[in-house]
């Protein structure tokens, strides 16, 4: 088979491997291939100008490719992968504007954690809070609710458990916030940048960094590992926390 230029569709993707199987026609019979997914390979091509920006493919993408022979030239493979939509994502995300809640299979590949929607069986990268306790592998590949975000960028969609269970040294620093208490929190890192904090028993770190529209008299202290500074949580989001010195 000369090599050309073919559509097809992913129906299946292998996480562990970086690779994926689209189906095509080819003189009106449907045939299966196989193709390189990895970022690395995405990044070679957008490299060579290939491809204009690196895609995190889904089951149900509709791709461009050439056939070629395999780098051992003991088969044939897709080549110069090149996204071009998916129907059932944009659904997804156009129905995630009405109600934001999905159910998926939660699935483990190596240390991330994923989402296949039970539809459509696409893949969604979990995002985990640093202060979330992380699934039980009894969880895995059972069912879950789950909402998308970053629908905006439909190439970087990413999931979260929509209920989430956090650590209880989280739920005391929500606390923290609402009561303003004030905190005693042990230096473990200084560098040129910032103050690293431990704030609660080394389950809740934080970084302070000077104010740069603060008068000079507002610097960051002069401290080293070991001391103890007096903080306040001003924000505590699932992801982020910010803490300011009284």
Not at 83 to 89: D, I, P, T
Request: charged share 30%; with cysteine.
């Amino acid at each position: 088979m000369e090599a050309k230029t073919v559509m097809g569709k992913i129906t299946f993707i292998n996480h562990d491997k970086n690779y994926a199987t689209i189906e095509y026609e080819h003189n009106g019979k449907k045939k299966t291939i196989s193709g390189n997914i990895s970022e690395k390979e995405q990044e070679k091509l957008k490299k060579e100008k290939i491809i204009k920006k690196v895609h995190q493919f889904h089951v149900g993408d509709e791709v461009s490719f050439i056939v070629a022979l395999s780098g051992r030239g003991d088969k044939m493979v897709a080549d110069c992968l090149q996204f071009h939509y998916n129907n059932a994502l944009d659904n997804l995300i156009n129905k995630s504007y009405e109600e934001n809640r999905f159910v998926g299979y939660l699935k483990k590949v190596e240390e991330d954690y994923f989402v296949k929607e039970t539809g459509s069986y696409i893949f969604f990268p979990l995002i985990l809070s640093p202060w979330e306790k992380k699934p039980k592998i009894d969880n895995l590949n059972e069912p879950i609710f789950f909402k998308l975000e970053n629908t905006d960028k439909p190439d970087k969609v990413t999931a979260v458990l929509f209920r989430s269970e956090y650590i209880p040294e989280y739920m005391y620093a929500l606390q923290c916030v609402k009561k303003k208490t004030v905190l005693e929190a042990k230096v473990y890192k200084v560098t040129a940048h910032g103050i690293f904090v431990d704030v609660i028993d080394k389950k809740i770190q934080a970084k302070i960094t000077a104010d740069k529209k603060a008068a000079v008299e507002k610097a960051l202290p002069s401290v080293e590992f070991g001391d103890v500074l007096k903080v306040v949580i001003t924000y505590l989001g699932t992801s982020k926390i910010i803490v300011a010195l009284v």
